[in-house]
């Protein structure tokens, strides 16, 4: 089945020490997004891959970084996490084009502890 | 800024209840609106969406949910829950480019047998 994989499923870091969360896809979609949900809250979008282009939200903080090697694959880096930064990590992916709007299928998550 | 309310937090409900889960969201223009639910330990998974046409969706597992322009509402409907329907609920409106969503903070439904 087509799927959206996200590893590891678990990752603890330590407190500034980086760490990167990956997301691969079967799917052949183009759009590829990275959401933070932290515990009883909506997930929020950090930022998403257009094709090769990155789209940064504003509130994004800068200790947040994302890479996109090639269609299937895509990287959240973390620079230096912070206690606040332990949340499920979502990846989703989404065929995007023009004017049409197209549901989100999701992978499993990543829940992050920071120590 | 666009943001999305869902009422209810916690509804706990017992089997054969009915269900209706209230969305309401804030934006003027076009909006794509859509239903996510997160069964325990498994990936958020789609419900329902409603793009354009018969403002009444019906969706997987029994579900449907109406949308309602003038109160900006898209609420999820289910007449009679099963045990299996225990999940968290997420309401989520797309009306910008990307199909970028926003999300609400969801709500934890817990069906007793």
């Known amino acids: 089945d087509a799927m959206v994989i996200q590893n590891p499923r678990y990752q603890v870091t330590q407190f500034g020490k980086p760490v990167t969360l990956s997301c691969s896809q079967t799917l052949n979609h183009n759009v590829m997004y990275w959401y933070q949900q932290k515990s009883s809250q909506a997930p929020k979008l950090l930022f998403h891959y257009y094709d090769k282009d990155f789209n940064n939200e504003a509130d994004t903080p800068d200790n947040f970084q994302s890479r996109r090697p090639n269609t299937s694959f895509c990287f959240l880096d973390i620079r230096s996490p912070g206690l606040g930064d332990a949340a499920m990590y979502l990846c989703?992916?989404?065929?995007?084009?023009?004017?049409?709007?197209?549901?989100?299928?999701f992978g499993p998550g990543t829940r992050l502890t920071v120590l | 800024a666009q943001s999305v309310s869902q009422h209810n937090h916690h509804v706990i409900l017992s089997e054969a209840a009915s269900l209706e889960l209230g969305c309401n969201y804030s934006?003027?223009?076009?909006?794509?609106l859509f239903w996510y639910v997160q069964y325990p330990g498994q990936h958020l998974q789609l419900l329902l969406k409603y793009f354009s046409g018969d403002p009444l969706v019906k969706g997987i597992k029994g579900f449907e949910a109406e949308f309602i322009k003038s109160k900006f509402s898209f609420n999820l409907r289910k007449p009679s829950v099963q045990w299996s329907d225990t999940a968290e609920y997420f309401c989520?409106?797309?009306?910008?480019?990307?199909?970028?969503?926003?999300f609400g903070a969801g709500t934890r439904l817990a069906v007793h047998p």
């Open positions: 989520a409106v797309n009306s910008g480019g990307y199909n970028k969503l926003i």
């Open positions: 934006y003027g223009g076009t909006v794509n």
């Open positions: 989703a992916t989404t065929r995007g084009g023009g004017l049409v709007a197209y549901e989100q299928f």
